[in-house]
């Protein structure tokens, strides 16, 4: 009987385990897998989108640190404005160094609810196994 319970106990840290590093293996290593930087850059912003609800933070290969929300989106470039001051900056892609937006994609909070639900029943099978009559 204890031999049972500690088997479903590790299977569902394991599952547990495996959904959250699904998840940030899907999430995080996106640019990873793309050898051209400015390509990946690109993509990145087209996929933030433009908007001053989506707060970017853009680090510049000379060392510039700039932050604040896309406002336009060009073939060779984008502009980043500054919400305080309103001051617009425009960025070419072959420049950024690192591109950061504020929040988890809607991607990452799916699969980290759905890693959470499957912890959630795992724990709740092992525990109706381990304290059911009729196993």
Request: proline share 1%; hydrophobic share 40%.
């Amino acid at each position: 009987m204890f031999k049972k319970t500690i088997a479903l106990a590790l299977t569902a840290v394991v599952t547990c385990l495996s959904s959250i590093a699904q998840a940030r293996s899907e999430t995080g290593g996106q640019a990873q897998g793309q050898p051209d930087k400015a390509a990946s850059v690109k993509a990145q912003v087209r996929k933030i989108g433009i908007g001053e609800s989506f707060v970017v933070r853009v680090k510049l290969k000379d060392g510039t640190d700039l932050r604040g929300y896309l406002s336009q989106i060009e073939n060779d470039s984008f502009t980043i404005t500054d919400k305080a001051t309103n001051k617009a900056t425009s960025v070419s892609y072959g420049d950024v160094r690192s591109l950061k937006g504020k929040g988890l994609p809607t991607a990452a909070k799916v699969l980290i609810a759905v890693g959470i639900g499957v912890c959630i029943t795992a724990g709740v099978l092992a525990y109706l196994v381990t304290h059911a009559k009729y196993f």
